[in-house]
């Protein structure tokens, strides 16, 4: 039962990690496109 927690809770950071990543290339961009106005 304790596998299938830990498996849980790993599956969950790697969706946070992913979210991360996509949500990080948009900020960026908006940082530059603040900077260049």
């Known amino acids: 039962m304790g596998y299938l927690i830990d498996l849980m809770y790993l599956l969950k950071e790697l969706v946070k990690l992913v979210f991360m990543v996509m949500i990080s290339p948009?900020?960026?961009?908006a940082g530059f496109l603040a900077a260049w106005d």
Do not use: A, D, E
Request: aromatic content about 0%; hydrophobic content about 75%; proline content about 0%.
């Open 26 to 29: 948009l900020g960026i961009m």
